[in-house]
T-cell receptor, first 109, second 113 residues
Framework: LAKTTQPISMDSYEGQEVNITCSHNNIATNDYITWYQQFPSQGPRFIIQGYKTKVTNEVASLFIPADRKSSTLSLPRVSLSDTAVYYCLVGINDYKLSFGAGTTVTVRA | ETGVTQSPTHLIKTRGQQVTLRCSSQSGHNTVSWYQQALGQGPQFIFQYYREEENGRGNFPPRFSGLQFPNYSSELNVNALELDDSALYLC????????????FGSGTRLTVV
């Protein structure tokens, strides 16, 4: 499974856009990039998954450059309720998810 | 559809004791996975069950064991509890073969004293 590197923490204010970049230099050809969100005292929740270029859903956008060695999760116009830990996962195999320490995003009023 | 439910939500045990945690999977899912999450860290994979058998295991000792029942619910058993076993234990269900459709429960907070 590809190793991922993401910032430990990020601060933002309500209404701003938050971009979290994840590095995954040894991503394999058939690996997908997946992001999960975790609120305190809750389990992780799937946000978005992509393979290349750009994916957008009602929660976030995922930007993946052509070399796929990094990816950026974009959270538009964050609110206080977006305060959470965000995990970047690469190369999910059939039976397990490999989480790193994630990025703690704190949104302030 | 119902989500993943776990019980109990909180538990305090003494070192050396045994504990059983329970999980009901989401309707339509056929695998159950267990994760251990220590404070400030990401969840770590313990094992997955499919068709009532262990389908993969992480780097956890044999005193961590599990069961999956015909209705796809599951138990996590931990024997000879150690202080380092204090953590949030998460259960996740999915359909076998999917890479992103994991649904997690809210976890059981286990404290070993």
């Amino acid at each position: 499974l590809a190793k991922t590197t993401q910032p430990i923490s990020m601060d933002s204010y309500e209404g701003q856009e938050v971009n979290i970049t994840c590095s995954h230099n040894n991503i394999a050809t058939n690996d997908y990039i997946t992001w999960y969100q975790q609120f305190p005292s809750q389990g992780p929740r799937f946000i978005i998954q992509g393979y290349k270029t750009k994916v957008t859903n009602e929660v976030a956008s995922l930007f993946i450059p052509a070399d796929r060695k990094s990816s950026t999760l974009s959270l538009p116009r964050v609110s206080l309720s977006d305060t959470a830990v965000y995990y970047c996962l690469v190369g999910i195999n059939d039976y397990k998810l490999s989480f790193g320490a994630g990025t703690t995003v704190t949104v302030r009023a | 559809e119902t989500g993943v439910t776990q019980s109990p939500t909180h538990l305090i045990k003494t070192r050396g004791q045994q504990v059983t945690l329970r999980c009901s999977s989401q309707s339509g899912h056929n695998t159950v996975s267990w994760y251990q999450q220590a404070l400030g860290q990401g969840p770590q994979f313990i094992f997955q069950y499919y068709r009532e058998e262990e389908n993969g295991r992480g780097n956890f000792p044999p005193r961590f064991s599990g069961l999956q029942f015909p209705n796809y619910s599951s138990e996590l058993n931990v024997n000879a509890l150690e202080l380092d076993d204090s953590a949030l234990y998460l259960c996740a269900s999915s359909l076998i073969g999917t890479s992103y459709g994991y649904t997690f429960g809210s976890g059981t907070r286990l404290t070993v004293v």
